[in-house]
């Protein structure tokens, strides 16, 4: 009876269309809104202002001293945040789950709620913490008199490290957090029972069980901080310039448009490249 | 538990308070202070005032709250709906031969794309591609609107086709075995299973959105400014306290709308 039934439903009901073809509608809209604008991005930057098509936009900028720089910058900011986001977070991590206190709780209830903010805030924050006449350098100057703080480094490329960072752990911690939840403590208990020392436990116990999660971590924020604009540009320090900012300084302020293409096809390189190898990463480490 | 002796522990929460707090507690603390403070040129913030948030939530402000607002609901419906169809349609495909299973995994990649590119990259092609005829959005509302979709929808359709990969497909093989149309089937089993996970993607959308700045300070138009282009404005001419207010607005604002949809979603998954 059951087997009649489902055999005469789709004689009933042919299936009107392939499934295929309700997969066209949002690959048309996607190709409209996203994959055609990107592929004007790319066309643009071979296309200099003086009219033909040639790779000169390309020499143009691959010589000039502000995208080198720019270059280095937001390659060492980017693996500097990642490195302090992974060593912080892996701290913060350990001690909320595996020496765990009153309002442990609230504390990934904070991150959570940390994580929906957006990122200029922390710089916006800092300017009133560490800025010339902010928090800090307000205490040293009523504690000694002098005219002037000793903390300057927020118009540096330290300070914007400072902010990445901040703003970052938390995306490590979030995925660490989950691995040590599944992590059975009974294995700590063992461990500890045979007389090894909590060094030696984090060492050879729990590194190897959080490895998957600092690398999907480690890599989401290493792309994040790679194309990160908005602490950046808070900062204010016209020495700082990444290549988001640099897109926008170009296209925007100067309307050099087949450089801001140039750049951004570079930007998208080492961004795309690397979100590949993220996903491959948290694919094999199941995250 | 892996410190077991009491000053152990102790160092450990000592350290822990030494980290956590001067790094992420403090920064929204220091915002809050300085919303509420007339002057800060020593260690703490002097003279409690109301005042920016007066200026915070009238005229331009005001305006760049409800901008804000439009933006972010327009732009999360809009990647809902893109996002979930497309989630739907990558799940279908993988149920089929070959062919089809890899051209559901082409479409799933297509649309994590946005995430991998730089928001100001987006923001770039967006323009470049809006901005002459036929399309020409440039100048107006709608090209905000769009770059703001286009960067969300890879987040609505990453956490629906998670959802879909966790759904029992039992269910709606029981309602097809019954007779059900495949599309009774999507409206009355699969979306209503859905809908707790479609809510979460709506909020993480909608926080996106708002405090979106990189593309949107490619992008706006002189009368739709959004409010962290309008926090970005009033630092940049100095005026910090009036910018931690407005910041203010925007985090108790997120705040508000999560909250609400966190709601929705706790019903939506008792039911």
Same mark, same amino acid.
């Given at each position: 009876?059951?087997?009649?039934?489902?055999?005469?439903?789709?004689?009933?009901?042919?299936?009107?269309?392939?499934?295929?073809?309700?997969?066209?509608? +949002?690959?048309?809209?996607?190709? %409209? @809104?996203?994959?055609?604008?990107?592929?004007?991005?790319?066309?643009?930057?071979?296309?200099?202002?003086?009219?033909?098509?040639?790779?000169?936009?390309?020499?143009?900028?691959?010589?000039?001293?502000?995208?080198? #720089?720019?270059?280095?910058?937001?390659?060492?900011?980017?693996?500097?945040?990642?490195?302090?986001?992974?060593?912080?977070?892996?701290?913060?991590?350990?001690?909320?789950?595996?020496?765990?206190?009153?309002?442990?709780?609230?504390?990934?209830?904070?991150?959570?709620?940390?994580?929906?903010?957006?990122?200029?805030?922390?710089? %916006?924050?800092?300017?009133?913490?560490?800025?010339?006449?902010?928090?800090?350098?307000?205490?040293?100057?009523?504690?000694?008199?002098?005219? #002037?703080? +000793?903390?300057?480094?927020?118009?540096?490329?330290?300070?914007?490290?400072?902010?990445?960072?901040?703003?970052?752990?938390?995306?490590? %911690?979030?995925?660490? %957090?989950?691995?040590?939840?599944?992590?059975?403590?009974?294995?700590?208990?063992?461990?500890?029972?045979?007389?090894?020392?909590?060094?030696?436990?984090?060492?050879?116990?729990?590194?190897? #069980?959080?490895?998957?999660?600092?690398?999907?971590?480690?890599?989401?924020?290493?792309?994040?901080?790679?194309?990160?604009?908005?602490?950046?540009?808070?900062?204010?320090?016209?020495?700082?310039?990444?290549?988001?900012?640099?897109?926008?300084?170009?296209?925007?302020?100067?309307?050099?448009?087949?450089?801001?293409?140039?750049?951004?096809?570079?930007?998208?390189?080492?961004? @795309?490249?690397?979100?590949?190898?993220?996903?491959?990463?948290?694919?094999?480490?199941?995250? | 538990?892996?410190?077991?002796?009491?000053?152990?522990?102790?160092?450990?929460?000592?350290?822990?308070?030494?980290?956590?707090?001067?790094?992420?507690?403090?920064?929204?603390?220091?915002?809050?202070?300085?919303?509420?403070?007339?002057?800060?040129?020593?260690?703490?913030?002097?003279?409690?005032?109301?005042?920016?948030?007066?200026?915070?939530?009238?005229?331009?402000?005001?305006?760049?709250?409800?901008?804000?607002?439009?933006?972010?609901?327009?732009?999360?419906?809009?990647?809902?709906?893109?996002?979930?169809?497309?989630?739907?349609?990558?799940?279908?495909?993988?149920?089929?031969?070959?062919?089809?299973?890899?051209?559901?995994?082409?479409?799933?990649?297509?649309?994590?794309?946005?995430?991998?590119?730089?928001?100001?990259?987006?923001?770039?092609?967006?323009?470049?591609?809006?901005?002459?005829?036929?399309?020409?959005?440039?100048?107006?509302?709608?090209?905000?609107?769009?770059?703001?979709?286009?960067?969300?929808?890879?987040?609505?359709?990453?956490?629906?086709?998670?959802?879909?990969?966790?759904?029992?497909?039992?269910?709606?093989?029981?309602?097809?075995?019954?007779?059900?149309?495949?599309?009774?089937?999507?409206?009355?089993?699969?979306?209503?299973?859905?809908?707790?996970?479609?809510?979460?993607?709506?909020?993480?959308?909608?926080?996106?959105?708002?405090?979106?700045?990189?593309?949107?300070?490619?992008?706006?138009?002189?009368?739709?400014?959004?409010?962290?282009?309008?926090?970005?404005?009033?630092?940049?001419?100095?005026?910090?306290?009036?910018?931690?207010?407005?910041?203010?607005?925007?985090?108790?604002?997120?705040?508000?709308?999560?909250?609400?949809?966190?709601?929705?979603?706790?019903?939506?998954?008792?039911?």
């Amino acid at each position: 009876m059951a087997s009649a039934t489902l055999a005469a439903a789709p004689a009933r009901l042919p299936r009107a269309v392939p499934r295929w073809v309700w997969a066209l509608p +949002p690959v048309a809209v996607l190709g %409209l @809104v996203f994959l055609y604008p990107l592929a004007l991005v790319v066309q643009q930057s071979v296309r200099p202002d003086t009219g033909g098509t040639s790779l000169k936009p390309y020499a143009d900028v691959f010589a000039s001293e502000a995208f080198r #720089e720019a270059l280095v910058t937001t390659v060492w900011l980017a693996l500097g945040s990642t490195v302090g986001c992974l060593v912080l977070g892996f701290a913060l991590a350990l001690v909320i789950a595996f020496v765990p206190f009153p309002g442990a709780r609230a504390v990934s209830r904070f991150i959570d709620v940390f994580l929906s903010f957006p990122s200029f805030l922390i710089t %916006l924050a800092l300017l009133f913490v560490y800025g010339a006449k902010g928090m800090a350098n307000g205490i040293w100057t009523d504690a000694t008199g002098a005219a #002037e703080g +000793p903390f300057q480094f927020l118009t540096t490329p330290w300070g914007v490290l400072l902010a990445e960072i901040t703003y970052f752990t938390p995306f490590v %911690l979030r995925p660490l %957090l989950a691995a040590f939840s599944q992590l059975d403590t009974a294995q700590l208990e063992v461990a500890s029972s045979l007389g090894a020392k909590p060094a030696r436990i984090v060492r050879r116990v729990i590194l190897p #069980e959080a490895l998957p999660a600092l690398a999907a971590g480690g890599s989401l924020v290493l792309v994040m901080c790679l194309n990160e604009f908005g602490i950046v540009l808070f900062t204010g320090a016209k020495g700082v310039t990444t290549l988001p900012t640099l897109v926008y300084g170009k296209a925007i302020l100067e309307s050099d448009y087949p450089a801001a293409c140039v750049v951004a096809v570079v930007n998208i390189a080492i961004s @795309v490249g690397l979100y590949g190898l993220y996903r491959v990463v948290s694919r094999r480490a199941g995250a | 538990m892996l410190v077991h002796s009491r000053g152990g522990r102790w160092a450990a929460w000592a350290l822990f308070a030494v980290l956590f707090l001067p790094l992420f507690a403090l920064p929204l603390l220091v915002i809050l202070a300085a919303s509420f403070s007339a002057h800060w040129s020593g260690a703490f913030p002097s003279g409690l005032t109301t005042g920016h948030y007066a200026a915070a939530t009238r005229g331009e402000s005001l305006q760049a709250l409800t901008t804000s607002l439009v933006t972010a609901v327009t732009a999360s419906l809009l990647a809902l709906a893109a996002g979930t169809w497309a989630a739907l349609a990558a799940a279908s495909l993988k149920q089929g031969p070959r062919w089809s299973r890899f051209a559901g995994r082409v479409l799933d990649t297509l649309f994590v794309l946005p995430v991998a590119v730089p928001s100001v990259v987006v923001g770039l092609a967006v323009l470049v591609a809006f901005s002459e005829p036929p399309m020409l959005l440039n100048g107006t509302r709608w090209i905000v609107v769009l770059a703001h979709a286009v960067l969300v929808t890879a987040f609505a359709h990453q956490s629906v086709s998670a959802a879909l990969a966790r759904l029992d497909p039992a269910y709606e093989q029981a309602a097809a075995s019954l007779g059900a149309r495949p599309s009774y089937v999507l409206w009355k089993v699969k979306l209503p299973l859905l809908l707790p996970s479609l809510s979460a993607a709506a909020g993480l959308c909608f926080a996106l959105s708002m405090g979106e700045l990189s593309a949107t300070m490619m992008l706006y138009p002189p009368d739709w400014t959004p409010l962290p282009v309008r926090i970005y404005a009033a630092t940049d001419r100095g005026s910090t306290f009036t910018g931690a207010a407005v910041a203010v607005v925007l985090m108790a604002a997120t705040l508000l709308v999560l909250l609400a949809v966190s709601r929705v979603r706790t019903r939506a998954s008792y039911r």
